[in-house]
Structures are given as C-alpha cells and as structure tokens.
C-alpha cells in the first residue's frame, strides 16, 4: 500500500479520524493510549474500497462471509476492559476478521505478542497482508476453530473474542492465566451481553457489562 493510501483523503482523512475519536471520548472511553492508537490506525485500509469512506462511522461494517469489522465503540469498549487490570503482555484473539481489533491489540503499550484464530481462510490471508504492510510484527495467526482457543500457546494474561457464543466455552477460560481477563460478548440471536471473566487464585469471577450484538461463534474452518 501507497502512503496515500495509510493517511487516506475526504471521508478517510485525518481529521475524520479525530471526530471519531471525539465520539469515543464522549462515549466515555478514557484510555489516551488507546484512544491515540484508534487516531493513527487506518482503518478504511480494512474494508473493500467500495466501503472505505464509511470506514470512521461509529458502526459495524461487513467485510464478507456473513462477518463484520466491529463498531469502532466496541472495539474500544472491549479493548479498554482487557486493559483495566493492567497491560496483558500475551494475548488471545479469537477471530481475526479483518485485522483492525488484531492491530489495535498488538500496537497497545505493555503487548508484547498477540495469537489470534481466524475459521475463515480467505479473512486470515487478508488480515495477515494489512498487518504486515503496517510493519506489526508481534502477531502469530492461525487458521483453526476460535472455540478451542490455541492451547498450545497458553496461559494467556487476556483473552478477546469478536464473536458470541451462546456460553463462553470452557476451554477458553482454561487457557487464561492467574490474574487474566477474558473479553466476550455471549449469548444468542435474541440476546448478548459483553462479559468480563477474571481468573483469580480461588477461581473465576464474572462480571456482566452491557447489551451488545455480535455474529455468533461459529465452528469448523472455512478453507478456499
């Protein structure tokens, strides 16, 4: 990609970024770290071109495969949770999708490797070209079920999961570390609320935060 296309013009232009910064803000995110990082990520670079000028609306956006790049709210939302406890040095993203939640994670202060698992192979091979055009090296993806989380990689001091499963599998809260946090919308088509599960020396506390809407967690992979 052109440095044109990293700063983007008209509708991705800087200062549309920094409206939707403003937006966060007056949603009541407080992270100035994050907040910076959402100001200098491109995210129209993780749409199709023909959606790209929408790409600073605060709205979930498809991306293909019945999947869709997250509300930029959420996205900060789930981020600023995983980090209220303090910087998770390894953490577990369960569904790629574009990439976009992929790099706010890995370019947050105290990160220092992100796994992430995408089922659909056609989203991973994308996802992984616009993280290395933006030179974000301390990722490792993986085209498996996001359900079974990636055992082989655990603990993890956060888990976040951009999609909802009816209940928060068993096998990923065992992948978290002591003092680690899980980020997750769960529930089903009627019904989600995003949930904080924390490991603690005694075992798990769970904390319910707020309504949201999430494409379901699905199983099996997806292969071209």
């Known amino acids: 990609m052109t440095p044109e296309q990293f700063s983007g013009i008209g509708m991705t232009s800087q200062r549309t970024r920094d409206r939707l910064v403003q937006r966060l803000q007056e949603q009541g995110i407080e992270n100035q770290a994050l907040l910076d990082i959402i100001r200098t990520t491109p995210r129209h670079i993780y749409l199709d071109e023909a959606l790209a000028h929408r790409a600073y609306e605060d709205s979930a956006l498809p991306i293909g495969f019945q999947q869709t790049l997250s509300q930029p ?71 498996a079920d996001g359900a079974m989380g990636w055992a082989e990689k655990a603990p ?46 005694d075992g798990f506390e769970r904390q319910i935060i707020e309504p949201v809407r999430f494409v379901p967690l699905l199983s099996g992979v997806i292969r071209r």
């Open 73 to 143: 709210y959420i996205v900060a939302r789930m981020t600023e949770l995983l980090f209220a406890a303090g910087a998770p040095a390894r953490v577990l993203e369960v569904g790629t999708g574009s990439g976009y939640q992929t790099t706010i994670l890995a370019r947050m202060p105290g990160v220092e490797q992100v796994f992430s698992v995408e089922r659909i192979q056609p989203l991973l091979e994308k996802a992984r070209d616009r993280l290395r055009s933006l030179r974000i090296y301390n990722v490792q993806c993986r085209l």
């Open 156 to 201: 993890f001091d956060g888990i976040l999961s951009a999609a909802a499963p009816r209940e928060i599998p068993a096998e990923l809260i065992e992948q978290l570390a002591i003092g680690g946090r899980l980020v997750s919308p769960e529930g089903d088509d009627r019904e989600q609320h995003l949930v904080v599960i924390t490991r603690t020396d």
